[in-house]
């Protein structure tokens, strides 16, 4: 027979009964699927197709082959709320999401500037030469938070060459120096130079560290801005 509910199991089912459910799963996944939804609003103006008409298949061929890329870190133990957002993308919004790390981008990641135009190119997820290719429409970073991220290692893999063909579009001799010396590096530039919809932009994750906060928090720094 099943044993009885301790008084400390009734405490507990008595105030999880009570506890509202958080909605940032859900409001998270809305402001992604909301994202993916001006990329492909974009993409459809610029095929002529403002009103995003077509039949449902070819609807369902976009959906399919657009996805949200998930930037994450070896070995990742932290997955659950990561796989909560690809759950509720896909359940509620119908978005599908990939997962790979800087390590795995520096080998799968592509950039095609003729489908662009004139405009920044669009970035591809292609995990082998007999595997799909995606087209990315937003970059959702849990990954390059910390210096460890970046650390070089060429044994990640060079990265093609329109990847490194975006490195000599700079004339800092520096930063040309730094992409081509670090994989994770080449592949977060390549990622901000492409028109996927980034979470977060470069410049909104390094105004989220806490060297950047410390620095402008000093006096007149802003002043000076």
Excluded at 43 to 69: E, F, H, K, T
Excluded at 136 to 142: A, G, M
Excluded at 166 to 187: F, I, P
């Amino acid at each position: 027979s099943s044993a009885k509910p301790t008084n400390t199991t009734k405490l507990i089912q008595r105030v999880a009964h009570g506890l509202e459910v958080s909605p940032s799963l859900r409001k998270i996944a809305s402001a992604m699927a909301q994202a993916h939804e001006v990329y492909l609003r974009r993409l459809r103006s610029r095929a002529g197709n403002d009103d995003g008409g077509g039949d449902d298949a070819d609807a369902d061929a976009l959906r399919d082959r657009i996805r949200v890329l998930f930037v994450v870190q070896p070995r990742e133990r932290n997955v659950g709320d990561q796989r909560a957002l690809e759950e509720e993308l896909w359940r509620r919004h119908g978005v599908r999401c990939e997962f790979a790390t800087f390590a795995e981008l520096s080998r799968w990641l592509q950039v095609d500037r003729d489908s662009g135009g004139n405009d920044a190119p669009t970035l591809f997820l292609q995990r082998g030469p007999d595997r799909a290719r995606y087209e990315v429409s937003l970059v959702y970073f849990r990954a390059g938070y910390t210096p460890s991220d970046y650390v070089a290692d060429e044994s990640h893999g060079e990265c093609a060459a329109a990847l490194a063909g975006l490195a000599e579009d700079s004339h800092d001799a520096d930063l040309h120096q730094l992409l081509c010396g670090n994989a994770a590096w080449r592949v977060r530039w390549t990622i901000e130079r492409s028109r996927a919809i980034k979470c977060p932009s470069l410049g909104l994750h390094l105004a989220g560290t806490k060297a950047v906060q410390a620095a402008v928090a000093r006096e007149g720094v802003l002043e000076a801005l």
